[in-house]
């Protein structure tokens, strides 16, 4: 059986049937009702949901939370993190 060690593979969008590749890490912390949207980190982390663009482009907060979206390329219309 081949080895599948070394070989670059592509990290794919956190959204249950989506299998884009994944462009954006979105981060969260539950104490401070606050959400962050970044480039994608070149590492992954469990503690961060990996997106494709589609989804991090529509991502919204929950009512009483507040984001920001500090991606380098940025949608044209981005309300999305406006809350």
Same mark, same amino acid.
Request: proline share 7%; hydrophobic share 35%.
């Given at each position: 059986?081949?080895?599948?060690?070394?070989?670059? $593979?592509?990290? &794919?969008?956190?959204?249950? %049937?989506?299998?884009?590749?994944?462009?954006?890490? @979105?981060?969260?912390?539950? /104490?401070?009702? $606050?959400?962050? &949207?970044?480039?994608?980190? %070149?590492?992954?982390?469990?503690?961060?949901?990996? @997106?494709?663009?589609?989804? /991090?482009?529509?991502?919204?907060?929950?009512?009483?939370?507040?984001?920001?979206?500090?991606?380098?390329?940025?949608?044209?219309?981005?309300?999305?993190?406006?809350?």
């Amino acid at each position: 059986m081949a080895s599948v060690e070394g070989m670059d $593979r592509p990290r &794919l969008c956190n959204r249950p %049937a989506c299998g884009t590749t994944a462009a954006a890490s @979105l981060t969260f912390q539950y /104490a401070n009702r $606050r959400v962050w &949207l970044d480039d994608l980190y %070149a590492d992954p982390d469990p503690s961060m949901i990996d @997106l494709c663009a589609f989804h /991090a482009d529509r991502v919204s907060v929950p009512v009483g939370w507040s984001g920001e979206d500090r991606r380098s390329l940025k949608p044209e219309i981005s309300e999305s993190l406006a809350g």
